[in-house]
């Protein structure tokens, strides 16, 4: 069983920036692809961020490239994204998501695993 907790989520400014950890249990981390997922209220959940189990592949939703970094330390089960000139639309509580398999996925329904989420709020 995969346990996940997220942590780094808090009050920024615009133009700030924060960064998020997830900190993954389990001797197998490393094999699963992770993603970042956001949801903002009345909004749907939302694709952000994927890295594969390697860090070779990684994804990012149009609304946060060049802006936000995905990566991972398979030494310390950790999953960071790095979130960089924040944006008031960026506010929202922020999950971290594992697959089953080693490779990037877009779609929230192929993650088995998922943290309770850490709450961004960027305000203007």
């Known amino acids: 069983q995969v346990q996940l907790v997220e942590s780094g989520g808090g009050l920024v400014q615009a133009g700030g920036s924060l960064r998020l950890s997830c900190a993954a249990s389990g001797h197998t981390f490393s094999r699963n692809a992770m993603g970042w997922f956001r949801q903002a209220p009345g909004n749907e959940r939302e694709f952000v961020a994927a890295i594969s189990w390697s860090a070779a592949d990684t994804l990012y939703a149009t609304s946060v490239k060049g802006r936000f970094t995905i990566s991972r330390d398979n030494a310390k089960n950790t999953v960071y994204l790095q979130m960089n000139s924040l944006k008031p639309e960026d506010t929202a509580v922020y999950y971290c998501?594992?697959?089953?398999?080693?490779?990037?996925?877009?779609?929230?329904?192929?993650?088995?695993?998922w943290g309770q989420g850490t709450q961004v709020t960027v305000s203007s």
């Open positions: 998501a594992a697959r089953y398999y080693s490779s990037t996925s877009y779609f929230s329904q192929e993650y088995a695993y």
